[in-house]
Each structure stands twice: as C-alpha cells, then as structure tokens.
C-alpha cells in the first residue's frame, strides 16, 4: 500500500466551497485577534496614561524634596551669616555689620514660612520644624542680647555674653536640627527617586507595547486587506482548478469515482458509469455511494473507512457482486485526498478485469487437465533453457530417474549423471 495522499479543493454536496468554509474560519479568528488587540491596546493606554501620571506625581515629590532640602540649606546659611555678622560688630564697633545681621534675622521667618508649606503634609517633619524654630529663637536671642549690651556700651557684658563656647552650643544644636529634618527628607527622596525610577521603567516597557500593538494593528490591517485579496484570487483559481478536475475525470479512460466524507459523489468519469451500469449521471452527483450500490459488503465498507482515515489501499483483483447476482472483477486503488492536510473525501480508481480473469481461469483449467493427462500416462517431462545449467523436472521424471521424491529440479550434470554410458 502506498501511503501518499491526493491533495486538491472541491465543493461539498450543498455547494459551499471548502476555501470559503476555511476563509470564514480565518475571518472569525481575525474578528477575535482584532477585538483582543483593541481591548489590550485600550487597557495598555489606560495603564500608560496612569503611569505617566505617576510619573509626574513621583517627579513632582523628588522636586519637592529637594526644596525642604535646599530650604533647610538657607535657614542654616542664613542663621550662620547672621551669626558672622554680630561677631564682626562686637569686634569691630561698626554699626554697618548690623544692617546684614537684621536683613538675616528679618528673612529667617520667611525662610521658615516656605518649609512649612512644604512639609505641611508631614506630622514627623513639622515636629521637627518646631524643635528647629525653638533652636533659632534661642540662637538668635542670644545673638541680639549681645548686640544690645554692645550698643549699650557694656563692652564687656557683651563679650561674655557671646562667647565661644556658647554660640558653638548654639549652633551645634541647630546644625543637629537642621541635619535631622535633611536626613528624614533624604529619606523621603531615596523612597521618592527609586518609585520615579519604577515608574520611568514601567512607562518606557508600556510606551514599547503601545508601539508593539500598534505595529500589529498596522501590519493586521494590512494582512486583513490582503486576505480579502488573495481569498477573490483563491475562489478564482478554485473555481478554475475545479472546472479542470472535473473535465480530467470526466474524460479519464479509467474508472474514477471522488467522494467526500460522507461517501457521497462528487465526481465521476463516463468510464465509471459505464463499467458499473450507472443509467443516470446527473442524479448521482451527491447521492451516497451506499444508495447508489446498496450491495456494497461490509467489508468494502471497512475499506472506506480506513481510506477516509488516511490509509491507501488496493487490489489486483476483487470481486464486486452486483444487486442481480453478476460478479464482475476489478483492479482498483483507493486513496484519501485532502486540503491543507485534512481528509476531505477519497478518490476511487477501478479497472475492470473480469475478462482477464477469465481468461486465467480457462488457462489454470488447461493446465489442471494437461497435468491430469500426464499422471494418467506417467509421462515424464523437463523443461530446460538454454544456456540455463538446470531445468524443472515433473514428478514423474524424479521418479524415472530416482531422484527425491517432491524434487522439482535437477541439475544438468546430476542429469548426465544418471544416464547409462550406453545411452
């Protein structure tokens, strides 16, 4: 048996073709990917849009951090410039170190206001906002104790007042203060710059699948358009290939039947409906072949059923009994055909060889008699060729010639072997 598979379209028995059963498949699964691509690539915006968002918010709150930072830089700048400045009057006398001194001491609140707003939103942060004024008012407080006994003329109190030890004291605390509300907004920012950062991956990988989806919407609409294309060139083509099929089997001079799956016709030659007595062709198109020859045996059935599952199948000579008892003898093959690898159907090749069956059963009789002759008679025989160096012998020349029983060839010098010299 052969194992190889007719590969061709046709149309089933209520006319619509395999390529348009196959194109309505395509279109719904294009329907369903076009739909799962819209939701996704409405979903996929919506989550850029978000993160975008989040984005702007995450990057809004680094930049504020870096304020409350920046501002805690100038309250500490300022308080110490302040600080420079009433140590240049008390060493100095001059009343000019003290217009700088008022101008920090004057922008400080200001300073302050604007951390306030800042951190308003943070309870840990405005507690430490509230040790960080009580340091400066105690700062400054002293700084403006001292200036005043100095524009009183106690010198002397003056410099006792603001000496070292006491306003590095001081300032000590209000590095401490200031340092701890940094520390808690460089908190604040790592937290803040590692969820920007997040968020910038999270809008480059959404910003590449927007691309992405819309590179397939593009190439979808696309292959879409070319579908309906190809599948216009497709049913023309079918069409034509069919018309060809059809005429080939139609002027086959062998027996061809084509069935669908179902055993129903779908084409057949004029030899066909010859060698099987068909009397109407027209009416046999979509008939089941088990209507049409209800005779069929259940083997021939099984045959069928193997061949639409795949398998290839034949027979030098078989026997098909007819409703009125005629047996005519046919060598047939019957093979599956397919579309895109699907069974679809098969294809039925006959030969008619009841003749020749004929034939080889008047010879076989002719033989079967001539050897009944021979036994009869005992007549020897040999056939032997030339320049063959043995020959077939008759049982009844092993006999003759004492060979083994059941010996049907001899070899030609054993043959000469067993002849007397005089002969």
Not at 38 to 62: D, E, K, P, Y
Not at 113 to 134: E, K, M, P, T, Y
Not at 210 to 229: C, D, K, M, N, Y
Not at 394 to 417: C, H, K, M, N, R
């Amino acid at each position: 048996m052969r194992d190889d598979n007719i590969d061709l379209s046709s149309r089933s028995p209520g006319g619509e073709t395999v390529a348009k059963r196959r194109d309505s498949g395509r279109s719904f699964i294009l329907l369903i990917v076009t739909l799962a691509l819209s939701v996704t690539s409405c979903a996929v915006a919506f989550l850029l849009l978000t993160h975008v968002w989040q984005m702007r918010s995450a990057g809004t709150l680094v930049g504020h951090t870096h304020l409350v930072i920046e501002g805690l830089a100038e309250v500490l700048a300022t308080a110490d410039d302040a600080a420079t400045s009433q140590r240049d009057f008390l060493l100095t006398d001059e009343s000019g170190f003290l217009q700088p001194y008022y101008a920090d001491r004057d922008n400080l609140p200001h300073q302050l206001s604007r951390i306030q707003d800042l951190i308003q939103d943070n309870a840990v942060q405005q507690a430490n906002l509230r040790v960080l004024r009580d340091v400066l008012d105690d700062r400054f407080a002293g700084l403006t104790r001292s200036i005043e006994l100095e524009q009183a003329g106690e010198k002397a109190a003056a410099l006792d007042a603001a000496r070292l030890d006491r306003g590095k004291a001081r300032m000590d605390d209000l590095r401490k203060a200031t340092s701890t509300m940094v520390a808690e907004e460089q908190r604040l920012l790592r937290g803040r710059q590692t969820e920007l950062s997040r968020t910038q991956q999270q809008v480059v990988t959404l910003a590449i699948c927007v691309l992405i989806l819309l590179i397939l919407g593009i190439l979808l609409a696309v292959g879409a358009a070319s579908a309906v294309f190809t599948r216009k060139r497709s049913e023309a083509a079918v069409r034509q290939s069919e018309a060809r099929l059809r005429q080939f089997i139609d002027s086959a001079p062998v027996a061809i039947a084509m069935f669908d799956t179902g055993m129903r016709y779908l084409a057949v030659s004029r030899r066909f409906i010859i060698d099987y007595h068909i009397t109407d062709q027209a009416t046999l198109i979509g008939r089941s072949h088990y209507d049409v020859f209800p005779e069929v045996s259940d083997d021939w059935r099984r045959i069928h059923a193997r061949v639409l599952h795949g398998e290839t199948m034949s027979s030098d000579a078989e026997a098909f009994v007819h409703a009125d008892g005629s047996v005519n003898w046919i060598r047939w093959e019957m093979v599956p055909w397919t579309v895109d690898g699907t069974i679809h159907g098969a294809m039925w090749f006959t030969e008619d060889v009841t003749d020749h069956k004929a034939d080889q059963a008047a010879l076989l009789a002719g033989e079967a008699r001539l050897r009944l002759v021979q036994q009869i008679s005992g007549i020897a025989y040999t056939d032997w060729t030339y320049p063959d160096t043995s020959a077939l012998i008759s049982p009844e020349f092993a006999q003759i010639y004492g060979l083994a029983s059941g010996q049907t060839g001899v070899d030609l010098g054993e043959f000469i072997a067993r002849i007397h010299p005089d002969d």
